[in-house]
């Protein structure tokens, strides 16, 4: 049986295993001045199962350490050593020893020991010594380095343990052929597999899955409007956008300073002929051996290819120095025409959301109003007897409605027109007439709470009457049972009642729907990689949405950890977290140290 390992280096880590005795060290202490010859820079981590000293009693180092510090540093200028002093009673962890390795420089590190994990590994056996083969029960071993006598399935490399020139070439050829994992991020939609559709879908279906099923329900519209760049905010272009000029329109300089042509060096003495400003040119062509004084954004003249800037110069009457002649380079500090759009380039394609840089950019471009998509109208409504509204008085056994507003806001900031239909009372009736009413005035439906098991749960009865609708059992948490279907030609979403089910759900199934809805193209769920600071726990086959706090630690990372008690009716977690922790449902624990992802919540809660 071997331990969960995944390499955390942008390098190979390959183990070297064997009963004790068998020869590692004395192997890798002749492999190794080997590899070096062959330009291979090398790390090396050895497992020591006993209580190990590197220091020297009496040496200013030692009695630091010994007088209560952590840690100790020592460096020199050939050489630096870290003594972390770190009583576990479990092994020391491979990953955490693996991030203190400088991969940057190093190009593969050689792990002696660590037998249990899995991480790919060459056996060292000698038949002689009569021990049981490692690669029996280990699938991580990919070359067994043996004497003659040990029988070594065709599956793997046969290596000559006294051959270490050959041991070189294998660890070589690993070294240069290896290739990073590929990262898998926990919800791919993409690659999702289809569902069926049925209710009888007990067992639940995956994040991907629902994703992927939601986004099979929704049409893109093809609706669109004439909008003034002013009045647009977050909404999404119907055409591409072609610019009609070169920006910048002119050959300008990015520097206060003096154009001329680089001709001119190595003469250092220039004449300076005219002074241009922004906005205005020189009319003639600027001769070698003459400059004129610019500043930033002017047009540069024609016969001028360099600019310096003005700190580098001297200038006496008409009489320009150039300091630092050997720093100038040909083109320094020149905008080209058309560098940054093209005349005839498509500036903007159609389906991209219109942020502040793209609405920059379009004015830039001199338009002034754009073709959109129309924006989704969004209703919301809040169910449930217990369901009060702020500002009333609260009655007993009853909660003030959060979900309607956590919903209307996070659909205002994905562009949406939004329509409140307020509380609605359980009654299969009432709810039957909000729907159909509902599903006349909007593209999209969102309620939340009722699409549970409980006895007051009407929404599946009045989707009946006016509707189809699927009911899933997403295997997550938060957010268990959802709803999606239509009123007539409008989307419908029955999200769960818990206040953070209801913003999880939403970010992760009604986020995307909308998106495609309003036309917008090639979004993608944003993931980052981040160190867990504390071990986290989900279920495997269940994806687990943990509310975190990710900080960039000192070592530059981004490190992330949960803002504590996780009840999915706890929007406190929510307020203090800025990320999802997203794990997978092909993963249950994360130690502490281990890689997880997260999904930051941006600008969009
Ligand atoms: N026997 C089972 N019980 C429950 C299951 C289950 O599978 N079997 N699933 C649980 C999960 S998971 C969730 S989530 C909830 C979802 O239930 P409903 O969608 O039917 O929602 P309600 O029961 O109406 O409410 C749940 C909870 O949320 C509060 N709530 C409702 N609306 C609002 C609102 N607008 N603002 C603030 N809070 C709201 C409500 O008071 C409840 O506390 O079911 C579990 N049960
Ligand atoms: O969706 Mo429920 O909130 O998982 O507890």
Not at 63 to 87: I, N
Not at 304 to 322: P, V
Request: charged letters at 20%.
């Amino acid at each position: 049986m071997t331990a969960l390992f995944s390499n955390p280096l942008p390098i190979p880590v390959l183990g070297f295993c064997a009963y004790s005795g068998t020869g590692k060290t004395t192997l890798l202490k002749q492999l190794i001045p080997l590899l070096n010859q062959r330009g291979l820079r090398l790390a090396v981590i050895k497992h020591a199962h006993h209580n190990f000293d590197v220091d020297i009693p009496g040496k200013d180092s030692f009695e630091m350490r010994k007088a209560g510090a952590r840690q100790v540093l020592v460096a020199s200028h050939v050489r630096w050593a870290l003594m972390t002093e770190d009583p576990v009673d479990d092994d020391p962890q491979l990953q955490h020893l693996l991030r203190q390795i400088e991969a940057d420089k190093v190009d593969i590190v050689l792990v002696e020991g660590f037998k249990k994990l899995a991480l790919p590994k060459i056996e060292l056996h000698r038949a002689a010594h009569n021990k049981p083969l490692i690669h029996m029960h280990d699938e991580n071993i990919v070359a067994i380095a043996c004497c003659d006598e040990t029988i070594v399935p065709d599956s793997l490399t046969r290596l000559d343990l006294n051959n270490v020139a050959q041991i070189a070439d294998f660890v070589q050829h690993y070294q240069q052929n290896w290739q990073a994992a590929a990262i898998k991020v926990p919800i791919d939609a993409s690659n999702a597999t289809t569902i069926d559709n049925s209710e009888n879908n007990s067992n639940g279906i995956s994040v991907s899955q629902g994703i992927a099923a939601v986004l099979a329900q929704v049409k893109p519209t093809n609706q669109t409007e004439l909008v003034d760049l002013i009045d647009i905010d977050n909404h999404v272009l119907a055409q591409d956008i072609i610019s009609e000029i070169n920006v910048p329109q002119q050959t300008n300089s990015a520097m206060d300073g003096y154009a001329f042509a680089f001709n001119s060096i190595p003469s250092t003495t220039l004449k300076i002929v005219a002074e241009v400003l922004a906005g205005h040119n020189y009319p003639n062509i600027l001769q070698d051996g003459e400059a004129v004084r610019i500043m930033t954004g002017a047009t540069v003249p024609q016969g001028a290819d360099t600019i310096q800037a003005r700190e580098l110069t001297c200038e006496q009457g008409q009489q320009l120095t150039l300091l630092e002649p050997e720093s100038i380079v040909k083109g320094q500090h020149v905008r080209l025409a058309g560098e940054d759009i093209a005349q005839g380039e498509v500036a903007l394609a159609a389906g991209t959301r219109l942020g502040a840089a793209e609405l920059g950019l379009m004015a830039s471009l001199g338009f002034h109003r754009l073709p959109l998509f129309k924006r989704p109208i969004v209703a919301v409504f809040s169910t449930g007897d217990e369901v009060s509204q702020p500002g009333d008085l609260l009655k007993p056994n009853c909660i003030y409605d959060a979900n309607r507003y956590t919903i209307l806001s996070m659909a205002k900031k994905l562009g949406c027109q939004v329509i409140d239909l307020g509380i609605i009372d359980d009654n299969e009736q009432t709810l039957t007439n909000t729907l159909s009413d509902a599903g006349s005035k909007a593209d999209i439906v969102i309620s939340s709470g009722g699409v549970s098991v409980g006895n007051a749960d009407y929404i599946k009865m009045a989707l009946a009457n006016v509707g189809s609708t699927h009911f899933w059992r997403i295997n997550m948490r938060p957010g268990r049972p959802l709803a999606v279907g239509h009123i007539n030609q409008s989307l419908f979403f029955g999200l769960p009642g818990n206040p953070v089910a209801v913003m999880v759900a939403f970010l992760q199934f009604v986020q995307p729907a909308i998106r495609k809805l309003a036309g917008e193209v090639n979004w993608q769920p944003a993931f980052m990689p981040a160190i867990a600071s504390q071990a986290l726990r989900s279920k495997t086959g269940r994806t687990e949405f943990l509310r975190g706090i990710y900080t960039i630690g000192p070592d530059g990372k981004i490190h992330v950890s949960t803002t504590g008690a996780q009840g999915s009716g706890m929007l406190s977690s929510m307020v203090n977290a800025n990320c999802l922790i997203v794990i997978g449902d092909d993963n249950d624990t994360v130690p502490a140290g281990g890689s997880v992802f997260i999904q930051p919540f941006a600008d969009l809660l």
